[in-house]
């Protein structure tokens, strides 16, 4: 396929590029695993509050 004037090679992904998304995804992760567990805890004493009314 012919590279039209726009068009350009891609680089492959530096090395810091690479680093960083290798932490920041994981992280991300984590972060909403974290964030889902404590709305579960959340809710569970939410429930326990009206229990008690």
């Known amino acids: 396929m012919p ?3 726009h068009d350009t090679p891609r680089r492959p992904r530096s ?3 690479l680093a960083v998304l290798g932490v920041l995804i994981p ?3 984590l972060g909403l695993l ?3 567990v404590w709305q ?3 809710l569970a004493w939410k429930q326990d ?3 008690q009314v």
Do not use: C, K, N, Q
Request: overall charge positive.
């Open 34 to 36: 974290a964030l889902g």
């Open 15 to 17: 090395t810091l590029t």
């Open 27 to 29: 992280g991300m992760i």
């Open 3 to 5: 590279m039209g004037p």
């Open 40 to 42: 579960v805890e959340r």
């Open 49 to 51: 509050l009206i229990r």
